[in-house]
């Protein structure tokens, strides 16, 4: 290799720096993924989480360590399990209803954590 | 765990937390050179997770050991590319233009007033996608060639000539950028 090609490479890496998340998006995904495990105990035991025996424990250790998780989830929660309940009524289509769940935490998770 | 799985949930929920913790930045990183811009590439992370905790089990089980690092970019791949195809079907500006790709760059303190950065930048958007995600998987997250063969579904010995051949290209389309006219004109993204 070229001393060019070496000079050039080591251009390349600090022009494709690691680019950091916003922190708000980790907080955001890991409440995500708390609401989605507390959803899968309450009502989505019967799609692909199912192989799991009991995903109300899922992730909860990245859970531990967001601030303010805890009320965070619950409020997404009462959104979240309002319209679930709702569309369950209209669908017959189990793995249909989960896949809009999961859209519809994000969405709700967005919401309760302003600035993310 | 004498297998390398995990034997009952407080293993699973720690190995999840794990790779997640360890790999938000490279599927973070990935999405945003990906996509051009943080709003898209917050979208694109968060669904490439949920996509991994719906199969992480099976992932375990079938990688046989191997860094779950490659699977996630593959997720992150795929979804990628399901996002330009839905992007393709409106009448939006390209994703892929030098100006969206460098303009909300968090690094910009490093790139700006660094015309040699930023030509190489506009130089990555002008290549094929396969060989813009080659460069990307190497430079910006640090994958050897096992890796990023893993990640683009390609043998190690195709993923050698594919980085080889994206860099001699890169090379060719900076040299012609500066040695040439000099830098695109702005909203010039050819």
């Known amino acids: ?116 | 765990m004498d297998n390398g799985l995990p034997n009952n949930k407080a293993e699973l929920d720690a190995r999840f937390t794990e790779l997640y913790r360890a790999h938000l930045r490279d599927v973070y990183s990935y999405s945003y050179y990906r996509v051009g811009n943080h709003h898209d590439a917050e979208d694109l992370t968060e669904q490439t997770f949920l996509q991994a905790y719906r199969h992480f089990e099976r992932a375990l089980r079938e990688s046989n050991g191997r860094p779950l690092r490659p699977w996630l970019i593959r997720i992150a791949h795929n979804l990628a590319a399901n996002f330009y195809r839905d992007r393709s079907r409106k009448p939006e500006a390209a994703i892929e233009d030098a100006d969206m790709i460098s303009a909300p760059h968090t690094t910009e303190s490093l790139v700006e007033g660094r015309e040699e950065l930023e030509s190489i930048l506009a130089g990555v958007a002008e290549l094929p996608d396969d060989r813009r995600e080659a460069l990307i998987m190497r430079f910006a997250l640090g994958m050897d060639n096992r890796e990023i063969a893993r990640a683009l579904g390609r043998t190690d010995g195709a993923t050698k000539v594919l980085l080889h051949r994206a860099i001699r290209q890169l090379e060719g389309i900076v040299a012609q950028t500066t040695a040439g006219d000099g830098p695109p004109a702005e909203g010039d993204s050819k």
Do not use: C, Y
């Not at chain 1, 494709?16 to 009502?43: I, M, Y």
């Not at chain 1, 899922?58 to 009462?78: H, I, K």
């Open chain 1, 1 to 116: 290799m070229s001393v060019g090609a070496t000079e050039f490479e080591a251009l390349l890496r600090e022009a494709l720096a690691p680019v950091d998340p916003p922190a708000g998006l980790a907080e955001r995904l890991e409440l995500t993924l708390v609401s989605l495990t507390e959803l899968a105990q309450d009502e989505l035991e019967s799609w692909e989480l199912s192989a799991m025996r009991d995903p109300r424990n899922w992730v909860r250790p990245a859970a531990a360590v967001v601030v303010g998780a805890s009320a965070g989830t619950a409020l997404v929660l009462v959104r979240v399990r309002a319209r679930h309940r709702a569309r369950k009524r209209q669908s017959g289509n189990l793995l249909e209803l989960a896949e809009r769940t999961i859209h519809d935490i994000a969405d709700e998770a967005r919401r309760v954590l302003p600035g993310t």
